[in-house]
């Protein structure tokens, strides 16, 4: 089995930065895909970002131009870095990872929040 322990949310002020990590452990094989997603409340989960393997990335509209995803693969990590933050950005971020024929996993999230 893989594990995920997500770091780096808190409480910051609208326009500052953050810097999520999510470092997988156990199990791997290679992690084909590594993602964040964040669910505020009252809201459906969905994609902020997602790298592959090979570096190939995606992002959500809201998070182009201000956040960055990155992987260490001989860390099996992953980094969110979140720049000019929103209140609307306000949410809890999981970290999501997937190894081919093995599906995925979800880490436990982490609170981010954005003050006005």
């Known amino acids: 089995q893989v594990q995920l322990v997500e770091s780096g949310g808190g409480l910051v002020q609208a326009g500052g930065s953050l810097r999520l990590s999510c470092a997988a452990s156990?199990?791997?094989?290679?992690?084909?895909?590594m993602g964040w997603y964040r669910q505020a409340p009252g809201k459906q989960r969905e994609l902020v970002a997602v790298i592959i393997y090979g570096g190939s990335t995606k992002y959500a509209d809201s998070a182009k131009g201000r956040f960055t995803i990155s992987r260490d693969n001989a860390k099996n990590t992953v980094y969110l870095q979140m720049n000019s933050l929103k209140p609307e950005d306000t949410a809890v971020y999981y970290c999501n990872v997937v190894q081919l024929g093995l599906g995925d996993v979800w880490g436990q999230g982490t609170q981010v929040t954005v003050s006005s």
């Open positions: 156990g199990s791997i094989f290679r992690l084909n895909a």
